[in-house]
């Protein structure tokens, strides 16, 4: 039975037994604090540890600076044009001012339980104010994909759900992930940042394996993230469409979109 790792903000709104308010009583959710640092020109956050929850370069504010934040728009190799979009985690607002750069017809919502981490995307991150294309909620993703209103409603939904500790994603229940395939339109696409080298890794591939059709991996990068994409049916790869469409990609944005293909291509 897997077990949802519970972050510094899950122990604070979900804690049981004799200390606990009580349900009628009015709780006021505790976050780690957001701190900010620079080096060579890009902005990083973190929630008041070491670990970075996301990066800006300065003079390329909606360029994607890490790369598996780069490997989290691999949903473009299945999606050219997208109806809706969906961003589980804010971070530093990297793929939500991406997805809403890169596709003008898009609906872009992003939903993060922490309104701090709101906050200084828009003061320090140059998160664009809501609009009728944009919205960012405040919300709890798990509530957010257990609502039926948002069922059917994507084409990408991209999770990136860490606390302040960053080993391994708060959410990762069957309950979490069925959630996430509902959200999706029939032919939408997953893709969820994982630790590669903890044990929540393995935790995560079997929920999303049970779950979802088909689950692939990108080739790992930085310290450990391994980004999953995950499909609701079971699918064979084409990589020679794949392969015409990430050229295209990669003239359209720059992004390494062929590696993407060469690291599917070792999964067959």
Same mark, same amino acid.
């Given at each position: 039975?897997?077990?949802?790792?519970?972050?510094?903000?899950?122990?604070?709104?979900?804690?049981?037994?004799?200390?606990?308010?009580?349900?009628?009583?009015?709780?006021? !959710?505790?976050?780690?604090?957001?701190?900010?640092?620079?080096? =060579? %020109?890009?902005?990083?956050?973190?929630?008041g540890?070491?670990?970075?929850?996301?990066?800006?370069?300065?003079?390329?504010?909606?360029?994607?600076? +890490?790369?598996y934040?780069?490997?989290?728009m691999?949903?473009?190799?299945?999606?050219?044009?997208?109806?809706?979009?969906?961003q589980?985690?804010?971070?530093?607002?990297?793929l939500?001012?991406?997805?809403?750069?890169?596709? !003008?017809?898009?609906?872009?919502?992003a939903?993060? +339980?922490?309104?701090?981490?709101?906050?200084v995307?828009?003061?320090?991150?140059?998160l664009?104010?809501?609009?009728?294309?944009?919205?960012?909620i405040?919300?709890?993703?798990?509530?957010?994909?257990?609502?039926c209103?948002?069922?059917?409603?994507?084409?990408? +939904?991209?999770?990136?759900?860490?606390?302040?500790?960053?080993?391994?994603?708060?959410?990762?229940?069957?309950?979490?992930?069925? %959630? @996430?395939?509902? @959200?999706?339109?029939?032919?939408?696409?997953?893709?969820?940042?994982?630790?590669?080298?903890? !044990?929540?890794?393995?935790?995560?591939?079997?929920? +999303?394996?049970?779950?979802f059709?088909?689950?692939? @991996?990108?080739?790992e990068?930085? =310290?450990?993230?391994?980004?999953?994409?995950?499909?609701?049916?079971?699918?064979?790869?084409?990589?020679?469409?794949?392969?015409?469409?990430?050229?295209?990609?990669?003239?359209?944005t720059?992004?390494?979109?062929?590696?993407?293909?060469?690291?599917?291509?070792?999964?067959?």
């Amino acid at each position: 039975m897997l077990i949802k790792r519970k972050s510094i903000e899950a122990e604070s709104n979900y804690r049981s037994g004799p200390s606990a308010v009580k349900k009628d009583s009015p709780r006021k !959710p505790k976050f780690a604090p957001v701190t900010l640092s620079e080096h =060579d %020109g890009v902005r990083y956050l973190h929630f008041g540890t070491e670990w970075v929850q996301g990066a800006m370069r300065l003079r390329k504010p909606d360029w994607l600076e +890490l790369e598996y934040a780069q490997q989290m728009m691999a949903w473009m190799l299945f999606h050219d044009q997208p109806k809706q979009l969906a961003q589980l985690g804010l971070g530093t607002a990297a793929l939500t001012k991406f997805c809403y750069r890169q596709f !003008p017809s898009a609906k872009v919502t992003a939903v993060d +339980l922490n309104p701090a981490v709101i906050m200084v995307c828009e003061s320090m991150f140059k998160l664009p104010p809501n609009d009728d294309r944009l919205k960012v909620i405040e919300m709890d993703a798990m509530d957010f994909v257990l609502d039926c209103d948002h069922h059917g409603q994507f084409q990408a +939904l991209q999770v990136d759900l860490y606390d302040a500790t960053a080993r391994g994603p708060v959410l990762d229940t069957t309950e979490f992930y069925q %959630g @996430c395939a509902d @959200c999706l339109s029939a032919d939408g696409v997953l893709t969820v940042n994982l630790f590669g080298d903890h !044990p929540s890794f393995a935790k995560n591939m079997k929920v +999303l394996r049970y779950v979802f059709g088909t689950v692939l @991996c990108l080739p790992e990068v930085h =310290d450990g993230n391994v980004v999953a994409i995950a499909f609701k049916q079971r699918l064979k790869l084409d990589l020679d469409v794949l392969y015409r469409r990430a050229e295209a990609i990669q003239l359209q944005t720059k992004l390494p979109a062929r590696s993407w293909v060469d690291g599917l291509a070792k999964t067959q």
